[in-house]
């Protein structure tokens, strides 16, 4: 939703943002909750195991946006809705996309989003495990670590959105931020 219009143009975008951004819906009040705090929100409600990833076709994860989609006749554009948000097409819409999708791309929480990249990683990867630090607010805690063989850590220093500082370098030694 960009300028309260759908980033797609079909009736499941036009559902979501109703749904979300409505004039009866308290976001539309000074009272109520920001764009931001509502995007964060609706992602984690339909994050239903914390994961932090939706995957297309997966009841537990879905069901609840499912059930809203529903309600369009159009299987075409539902299927089309998932298939846009996920801008890398890996099947899963992280909460950076999902907040892209409905037109706040800095309505996600970086760490949250780094976390979750991390977890797929480490999936593909034998003895390594990475320790994903997170501010409360979903920000990046400065240091950074993946633990080798379950003994040794590695460990780098990253700004507040998850990248590496410059110049820093992975290192088993000590490393302050």
């Known amino acids: 939703i960009l300028n309260n219009e759908p980033v797609i143009n ?81 099947g899963y819409i992280m909460e950076d996309e999902w907040a892209a999708c409905l037109g706040c791309r800095d309505c996600y929480r970086p760490c949250y989003v780094f976390q979750a990249k991390k977890q797929e990683q480490d999936r593909s990867r034998r003895f390594v495990e990475s320790v994903v630090s997170c501010s409360k607010d979903g920000s990046c805690a400065q240091k950074q670590c993946e633990k080798h063989f379950a003994r040794h850590v590695l460990c780098w220093c990253v700004d507040e959105d998850c990248n590496t500082v410059e110049g820093s370098e992975p290192s088993y030694a000590a490393t302050s931020c």
């Open 10 to 90: 079909c009736p499941a975008a036009r559902t979501v943002n109703n749904k979300l951004f409505n004039d009866k819906n308290c976001a539309r009040s000074r009272k109520g909750p920001d764009q931001r705090t509502l995007i964060q929100w609706s992602f984690d409600k339909w994050d239903t195991n914390g994961d932090r990833r939706l995957e297309n076709g997966r009841p537990n994860s879905v069901a609840e946006l499912g059930s809203l989609l529903s309600r369009i006749p159009d299987q075409e554009c539902k299927e089309t809705f998932f298939d846009t948000c996920d801008a890398d097409q890996d």
